[in-house]
């Protein structure tokens, strides 16, 4: 039912959800002044809907962040006290009937009943957030939604909030979770419920697969629009072109906020390195700051696999994947290494990458295979996972600098130079008689 405040007529929307529906005049008159009033009559197999509980999950799954509040009537039943009323005596008693009276009124419990309550709850309590200004947002409002959405008790170990603009409009926050969930790479059950799609902060669902891909099914968040409609179903989402957009804006949303941790480390790395120089120690005597954790390694640990797979599946975004791409060294000493601060500390007279893959860094740091390389002071990338093998296959090269294995026969760890060359030449020129001999 419902009653326009400018009609003096009240209308009843009716039907039985078979297509087919009437409009007529309310034959009870104007009982609702002004507004919407909706009743539902459920079917005999449907009772679980009137359990409020029921009623309010699915609000809690749907609805929780819709801006309007929403009711859910609960009932309680309590024990209140039975309210007697006293006929005055006709006969006056004595005193010591009247004490007698007053002990066995002490040792009788009072009557009580069983009462009713109706109350109303409010359901949806969580407020989007994603619709406010991240400026105006605490980082303990951001953590405390992460636990909200994703059940888990460990704060993320990143975020990013954005509002995309352009040809499609979406708001979205996206999490790097603290720690990677076990079944991160078993995709024989849907652990791929990763981001939570709102269309105009009504919940669609977060059980579609294409919003993010495989290797990147460790992020968590949210995402709302306004220009998907509100009863899409799921085989329409998987050909909607605003969705396509919006699934290519999220991976390099993704790609940026991981790199912003590796920029975050770097920066920190500069800092205390201005920091430990002569003359930033004579003005910052006094100076004590919290010392920094680098953020980075404890990422690449966790989910360092799911960039080595996005090498292999996502050709689009290889190159911003290779930077992301962190490996130890002959020598790094332990830590890790991108490809780019290698080539940054390359000799001119080195043209290539060299690398080598063993099952562990053990076996690889005990290889025969680097004593050549220790010898001629060239620095050799260590990999120790069996995808590295892949990764190889998929990016020949970074820089300009082709990636080469240490255990490739006749590999050449540096150029030699034209005096090198005129002495190879005129080796070659004074054995040539002999291995001519050798091979008639």
């Given at each position: 039912a419902s009653k326009h405040d400018d009609d003096e007529k009240q209308w009843v929307w009716e039907s039985t959800a078979d297509g087919n529906f009437f409009i007529y005049e309310d034959p009870r008159g104007n009982t609702l002044g002004r507004g919407t009033e909706l009743t539902l009559e459920l079917k005999k197999d449907a009772d679980e809907y009137l359990d409020a509980e029921k009623?309010?999950?699915?609000?809690?799954?749907?609805?929780?962040?819709?801006h309007f509040p929403i009711y859910v009537?609960?009932?309680?039943t309590e024990k209140v006290p039975v309210e007697k009323t006293e006929d005055k005596p006709e006969e006056k008693k004595d005193e010591d009937a009247e004490v007698k009276d007053e002990d066995e009124k002490k040792e009788k419990e009072p009557e009580t009943k069983e009462?009713?309550?109706?109350?109303?709850?409010?359901?949806?309590?969580?407020?989007?957030?994603?619709?406010?200004?991240?400026?105006?947002?605490?980082?303990?409002?951001?953590?405390?939604?992460?636990?909200?959405?994703?059940?888990?008790?460990d704060d993320p170990m990143y975020y990013t909030h954005f509002n995309a603009e352009g040809e499609v409009e979406f708001k979205s926050i996206m999490y790097i979770p603290g720690k990677a969930p076990f079944n991160l790479f078993d995709h024989t059950q849907n652990s791929m419920t990763n981001m939570r799609l709102y269309v105009r902060r009504v919940f669609i669902t977060d059980e579609f697969k294409d919003l993010l891909p495989r290797y990147l099914n460790f992020i968590r968040g949210v995402v709302d629009s306004d220009d998907l409609p509100l009863n899409v179903s799921r085989e329409l989402l998987q050909e909607n072109r605003?969705?396509?957009?919006?699934k290519k804006k999220l991976i390099r949303k993704a790609l940026a906020m991981i790199k912003e941790i590796a920029d975050e480390d770097d920066k920190a790395k500069e800092d205390e390195e201005d920091k430990d120089s002569e003359e930033n120690k004579e003005k910052k005597v006094d100076e004590k700051k919290e010392e920094y954790k680098p953020k980075y390694p404890k990422f690449w640990d966790e989910f360092g696999k799911n960039i080595r797979l996005g090498l292999i599946e996502d050709s689009t975004n290889r190159a911003r994947l290779t930077k992301l791409l962190r490996y130890q060294t002959s020598k790094s000493n332990g830590k890790l290494t991108s490809l780019e601060e290698y080539v940054e500390r390359m000799p001119e007279d080195q043209k290539s990458i060299f690398y080598l893959i063993d099952e562990s860094m053990e076996k690889v740091k005990a290889s025969p295979l680097l004593e050549q390389a220790h010898e001629q002071d060239v620095e050799v990338i260590y990999m120790t996972d069996a995808i590295d093998e892949y990764v190889v296959g998929h990016i020949t090269e970074f820089s300009g600098k082709k990636l080469v294995s240490l255990a490739k026969e006749g590999v050449k760890l540096k150029e030699e130079s034209a005096k090198q060359k005129k002495i190879e030449e005129k080796r070659k020129a004074a054995w040539e008689p002999f291995t001519k001999w050798l091979q008639s």
């Amino acid at each position: 039912a419902s009653k326009h405040d400018d009609d003096e007529k009240q209308w009843v929307w009716e039907s039985t959800a078979d297509g087919n529906f009437f409009i007529y005049e309310d034959p009870r008159g104007n009982t609702l002044g002004r507004g919407t009033e909706l009743t539902l009559e459920l079917k005999k197999d449907a009772d679980e809907y009137l359990d409020a509980e029921k009623l309010k999950g699915i609000v809690k799954q749907y609805s929780e962040f819709v801006h309007f509040p929403i009711y859910v009537q609960t009932t309680t039943t309590e024990k209140v006290p039975v309210e007697k009323t006293e006929d005055k005596p006709e006969e006056k008693k004595d005193e010591d009937a009247e004490v007698k009276d007053e002990d066995e009124k002490k040792e009788k419990e009072p009557e009580t009943k069983e009462v009713t309550k109706y109350n109303w709850e409010l359901a949806n309590e969580n407020k989007p957030i994603w619709t406010r200004k991240p400026a105006d947002i605490e980082k303990d409002e951001y953590h405390k939604f992460f636990k909200a959405i994703t059940k888990e008790s460990d704060d993320p170990m990143y975020y990013t909030h954005f509002n995309a603009e352009g040809e499609v409009e979406f708001k979205s926050i996206m999490y790097i979770p603290g720690k990677a969930p076990f079944n991160l790479f078993d995709h024989t059950q849907n652990s791929m419920t990763n981001m939570r799609l709102y269309v105009r902060r009504v919940f669609i669902t977060d059980e579609f697969k294409d919003l993010l891909p495989r290797y990147l099914n460790f992020i968590r968040g949210v995402v709302d629009s306004d220009d998907l409609p509100l009863n899409v179903s799921r085989e329409l989402l998987q050909e909607n072109r605003i969705l396509k957009i919006i699934k290519k804006k999220l991976i390099r949303k993704a790609l940026a906020m991981i790199k912003e941790i590796a920029d975050e480390d770097d920066k920190a790395k500069e800092d205390e390195e201005d920091k430990d120089s002569e003359e930033n120690k004579e003005k910052k005597v006094d100076e004590k700051k919290e010392e920094y954790k680098p953020k980075y390694p404890k990422f690449w640990d966790e989910f360092g696999k799911n960039i080595r797979l996005g090498l292999i599946e996502d050709s689009t975004n290889r190159a911003r994947l290779t930077k992301l791409l962190r490996y130890q060294t002959s020598k790094s000493n332990g830590k890790l290494t991108s490809l780019e601060e290698y080539v940054e500390r390359m000799p001119e007279d080195q043209k290539s990458i060299f690398y080598l893959i063993d099952e562990s860094m053990e076996k690889v740091k005990a290889s025969p295979l680097l004593e050549q390389a220790h010898e001629q002071d060239v620095e050799v990338i260590y990999m120790t996972d069996a995808i590295d093998e892949y990764v190889v296959g998929h990016i020949t090269e970074f820089s300009g600098k082709k990636l080469v294995s240490l255990a490739k026969e006749g590999v050449k760890l540096k150029e030699e130079s034209a005096k090198q060359k005129k002495i190879e030449e005129k080796r070659k020129a004074a054995w040539e008689p002999f291995t001519k001999w050798l091979q008639s």
